[in-house]
């Protein structure tokens, strides 16, 4: 069975949840988180890397140790480690940990004293007020914990697009070689590109005799059969994602894709328009009566409703029809239009690889620049960097600059915006920089109006240039901090920076309606890798799917400007 890099990320994310449980060294069970993280981002399998013979160790966060583990794991679809304390822990026990509130110190107390095993024990102990009695809990935590419960039970899961992309590569590769097999595309929120996708959708064009669907149920990572009949089948994958598959005629092709590329909401508005021009629209076609008059294609589609093509991104029902109809459709940006990247990180500070090897992998990838933004020295944890590091990360970048073709290395930092709104580092040390980030790494928990003015502040900084990964958020792990963003979008434009749109898979923050606030307001957005090595610049295709979900147009986003048209940009004027 090919073992996924996200099925390693799990295990590892279960080995640090357990020692953590365990109450484990720390650095121990960090380097299991990074390693998690690692992974989960890793654009090439971690499987594939180790067949061509590549050194694991060349990734961020990945020892001897952990590379072991790797092989182990992608050889066998086991860790020792994990199974070995499996056996000192009841499995469900990790479940717990899924319950908001509930750290491993709390599941440990909770298990120890009161032998909670499980999502349903717990619920018992809080109801039967047993909770309450336990050193450290008491009774609002109690009703803590049972509200919890109740939006944890409503709660389905959803899986990171990134996570997704690995799942659906694999199973759209393996569809492709079913004999009378066509076309393999997956739709639904996937093909919108949204940040998470509940399941897959797959669609299949085939011959009528085509074992597709026999061949989809037979998938060596299919854990269960929901449903299998001659043109639709449903199953759930072993890592708990369910994948939905139709197989379509070719006639029907565009019909179906656009119906199940969704939104729901956009097909229900589609659709009433077809009806009121007397055409009937579903998933085999566009009919006129009986007659069968589009659907091959997406186009024809929208064609026969009089309007253009609308891309996936867009579909959400909130305003595109209206735009199609205008004739004000958005041209996206594409990845193709970026001309380089703001925010990466080389092994100065928490990256990995050297500012050489980022510069000729952003080379290798067609950027015309690279900005260099380690993390500053309050960033401990990240090896931040302080005045004289960075004045010689400066001239190494001078140094590389003259020697490399090509390619231009921009000196920036990624600076943390302090709680009081001033920057880590002294002016004269910025002044130096062709651009400044400004990111929040601390006290998340400022109110509403204490956290907009920290960071409107920190735009009046004559050298700020670039806010990073404004809300903060990390996607189903860390709520945004509560900021007025429409504020900070202003403000941004009145003192003439710009707002990041940082490409982690599980960052892609801005969010898509907050570009589309940006470009309302005439504020560029910068669609960064933030990458911590080489691999990283990968997840750029992520937030250009990201920016496309917000309307975004090339001349919309800063890093699709040459160049020559950059600098002028990063002189702050205001
Ligand atoms: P997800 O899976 O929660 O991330 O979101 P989607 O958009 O992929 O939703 P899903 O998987 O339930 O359905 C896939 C597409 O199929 C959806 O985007 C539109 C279409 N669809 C599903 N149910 C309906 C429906 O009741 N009416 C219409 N018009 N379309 C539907
Ligand atoms: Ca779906
Ligand atoms: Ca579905």
Redesign the pocket.
């Known amino acids: 069975m090919p073992v996924h890099n996200a099925d390693i990320a799990a295990i590892f994310e279960e080995i640090a949840d357990r020692l953590e449980i365990e109450g484990a060294n720390p650095f121990r069970i960090r380097a299991y988180r990074n390693a998690a993280r690692t992974l989960g981002e890793l654009p090439q399998e971690a499987r594939a890397l180790l067949e061509k013979g590549d050194d694991l160790t060349r990734l961020p966060g990945i020892g001897d140790d952990l590379a072991a583990k790797i092989k182990e794991i992608a050889s066998t679809g086991h860790c020792s480690l994990l199974d070995r304390l499996r056996r000192e822990l009841p499995p469900a026990v990790t479940e717990l940990l899924q319950i908001p509130g509930l750290g491993p110190k709390r599941v440990k107390a909770l298990y120890h004293d009161l032998d909670v095993q499980s999502v349903e024990q717990l619920q018992r102990a809080a109801r039967e007020g047993r909770i309450r009695a336990l050193h450290g809990f008491g009774e609002k935590t109690e009703l803590n914990i049972l509200q919890s419960l109740e939006a944890h039970a409503s709660q389905a899961r959803r899986f990171k697009l990134s996570m997704a992309t690995q799942y659906a590569d694999a199973l759209c590769a393996y569809l492709q070689a079913a004999p009378g097999v066509k076309q393999v595309v997956v739709?639904?929120?996937f093909r919108r590109m949204?940040e998470t996708?509940?399941?897959l959708?797959i669609l299949v064009t085939a011959a009528a005799d085509s074992p597709a669907i026999q061949r989809f149920t037979s998938y060596d990572e299919v854990a269960e059969v929901l449903s299998a009949g001659t043109t639709r089948a449903s199953v759930i994958l072993k890592c708990g994602m369910q994948v939905?598959l139709r197989v379509v005629a070719q006639e029907s092709y565009g019909a179906a894709l656009h119906?199940?590329?969704?939104?729901?909401s956009h097909?229900?508005a589609i659709r009433r328009i077809a009806q009121k021009l007397g055409l009937k629209i579903n998933e085999y076609g566009v009919f006129h009566g009986n007659k069968h008059i589009a659907g091959e294609d997406e186009a024809s589609v929208y064609r026969s409703i009089g309007l253009p093509y609308i891309a996936p991104e867009l579909r959400e029902n909130r305003g595109e029809i209206e735009a199609a109809r205008a004739g004000r459709l958005p041209k996206l940006v594409e990845l193709s239009d970026l001309r380089g990247d703001l925010h990466a990180h080389t092994k100065a500070s928490d990256g990995h690889d050297s500012l050489r090897d980022m510069a000729l992998a952003a080379q290798a990838l067609g950027l015309e620049y690279l900005a260099i933004t380690e993390h500053s020295r309050h960033l401990t944890i990240a090896h931040g960097l302080n005045p004289q590091q960075l004045a010689q990360q400066c001239d190494e970048i001078d140094r590389l600059n003259s020697a490399l073709g090509g390619i231009t290395l921009l000196k920036g930092i990624e600076v943390d915006i302090l709680e009081d709104g001033s920057l880590d580092l002294p002016d004269a040390v910025l002044a130096r920089l062709d651009l400044v980030i400004g990111a929040v790494h601390s006290h998340f928990d400022l109110s509403r109006k204490r956290q907009t003015e920290r960071i409107l502040r920190a735009m009046d900084h004559p050298h700020f240039t670039l806010l990073a990964h404004p809300s903060g958020r990390l996607i189903s792990q860390r709520p945004p901090y509560d900021v007025d963003m429409l504020r900070i979008i202003r403000h941004a434009k009145r003192r003439g920076c710009f707002l990041e749109l940082n490409a982690q898979p599980e960052r892609l923050d801005l969010i898509d309606t907050h570009c589309q606030a940006a470009q309302e307001e005439g504020v560029l957005v910068s669609i960064d890798s933030d990458a911590h090595s080489t691999f990283d610049f990968a997840n750029l295709r992520y937030g250009v799917g990201q920016a496309r979900r917000g309307w975004l147009e090339k001349n919309n986003v800063l890093n699709t400007r040459s160049l020559a048209a950059l600098r002028p940009l990063l002189k702050r004027t205001m």
């Open positions: 739709a639904g929120s949204r996708v509940g399941d959708d939905d119906y199940f590329t969704g939104s729901k097909n229900i």
